[in-house]
């Protein structure tokens, strides 16, 4: 495991402890390498699991194509 150093502003240092003392995560170190994973992770938005479900058959459709359910005659 690498180990860095920081500088963190005042309120996120603070907002960190607070997190800790509240029980969110077992100690700082927990509580650092949680929040930056999950702020990577956010600008991880495009995925091959993702690309392949907008190739999907049901996103084919053009909206022209698309029809009302309601509007249908078997509803009738």
């Not at 963190?8 to 603070?14: A, R």
């Not at 495009?46 to 909206?63: G, H, K, M, P, V």
Request: hydrophobic share 30%; aromatic share 6%.
């Amino acid at each position: 495991m690498s180990k860095i150093k920081v500088s963190l502003p005042d309120q996120v240092d603070s907002d960190i402890q607070r997190l800790v003392e509240q029980g969110e995560f077992l100690n700082r170190d927990q509580a650092v390498e949680d929040l930056l994973k999950r702020g990577i992770s956010a600008y991880q938005t495009t995925t091959e699991s993702t690309e392949e479900t907008l190739d999907e058959e049901i996103f084919d459709q053009t909206a022209s194509e698309q029809q009302d359910p309601a509007m249908q005659d078997d509803f009738l």
